[in-house]
């Protein structure tokens, strides 16, 4: 199966996917599209802007994930004792749903934070996150628990969520925040019972394409 993987930073979601897949990852910042391309040699790593890809490329995959950057519609712009500076929210994400929903023939996972405002179009929440599907997600998905801390050691957020995503960071020498980059991942677990659940539906569908041409033979 073509598997397109966007905003795909150190592949989080992917982690679990294997390599019988053809996939394709489109990461904007150049340390990161190096790293993920040292932890996963098979995929093919473009530098560049993903929203824009998916417009040029969409047609050429069978399933499509994509991660668009969330900082814009995070609850966490309202957290401590005052909000953070103001700002538009990102319109990236609702022009990818709107756009795969009316144009894409596969299917497709956009995936972002519960925002601080009512979602303006519909998701399915699991966990953390909200997933924009044209499937339906199971109830519940492989969600694992992460405590900072754990276990009684005394771990720095860092790198507790670098032992959680089993990544390493150390040799990020980008501009963005390493913790950040290590909190905005997506659990693995979630990331492989998504795909399969695509994955099935696919299969499924086209079993009953083959029997329909059967029947009209």
Same mark, same amino acid.
């Given at each position: +199966?073509?598997?397109l993987?966007?905003y795909?930073?150190?592949?989080?979601? $992917?982690?679990? @996917?294997?390599? *019988?897949h053809?996939? #394709? =990852?489109?990461?904007?910042?150049?340390?990161?599209?190096r790293?993920?391309?040292? $932890?996963?040699?098979?995929?093919n790593? /473009? !530098?560049?802007?993903?929203?824009?890809?998916?417009?040029?490329h969409?047609?050429?995959?069978?399933f499509? @994930?994509s991660?668009?950057?969330?900082p814009?519609?995070? $609850?966490?712009?309202? @957290?401590g004792?005052?909000? #953070?500076?103001?700002?538009?929210?990102? +319109?990236?994400?609702?022009? *990818?749903?709107l756009?795969?929903?009316?144009?894409?023939?596969?299917?497709?996972v !956009? *995936?972002? !934070?519960?925002?601080?405002?009512?979602?303006?179009?519909? =998701?399915?929440?699991?966990g953390?996150?909200?997933? @924009? #599907?044209?499937?339906?997600?199971?109830?519940?998905?492989?969600?694992r628990?992460?405590? /900072?801390?754990?276990?009684?050691k005394?771990?720095?957020?860092?790198q507790?969520?670098?032992?959680?995503? +089993?990544?390493d960071?150390?040799?990020?020498?980008?501009?963005?925040?390493?913790?950040?980059? =290590?909190?905005?991942?997506?659990d693995?677990?979630?990331?492989?019972?998504?795909? *399969?659940?695509? +994955?099935? /539906?696919?299969?499924?569908?086209? !079993?009953?394409?083959?029997?329909?041409?059967?029947?009209?033979?």
């Amino acid at each position: +199966m073509k598997i397109l993987n966007l905003y795909a930073c150190l592949g989080g979601n $992917r982690y679990k @996917w294997g390599d *019988e897949h053809e996939i #394709t =990852a489109v990461e904007l910042d150049p340390e990161l599209a190096r790293l993920y391309s040292e $932890r996963f040699p098979n995929d093919n790593v /473009i !530098v560049g802007d993903a929203h824009q890809y998916l417009l040029d490329h969409y047609k050429e995959f069978d399933f499509i @994930w994509s991660s668009p950057p969330c900082p814009s519609h995070s $609850r966490s712009r309202f @957290w401590g004792h005052g909000q #953070t500076k103001p700002i538009y929210p990102g +319109m990236e994400l609702y022009q *990818e749903i709107l756009f795969l929903q009316h144009h894409y023939e596969g299917k497709y996972v !956009v *995936e972002n !934070v519960i925002p601080y405002y009512d979602p303006l179009i519909k =998701a399915q929440k699991r966990g953390r996150h909200l997933y @924009w #599907t044209n499937f339906k997600l199971p109830l519940i998905i492989n969600c694992r628990d992460i405590k /900072i801390g754990r276990g009684g050691k005394l771990l720095s957020e860092f790198q507790t969520l670098c032992e959680f995503h +089993m990544i390493d960071l150390n040799d990020y020498k980008g501009d963005q925040n390493k913790t950040k980059i =290590a909190r905005n991942l997506v659990d693995f677990e979630s990331g492989l019972d998504i795909l *399969e659940t695509a +994955m099935g /539906i696919i299969k499924k569908e086209d !079993v009953n394409q083959l029997a329909i041409a059967f029947d009209d033979q």
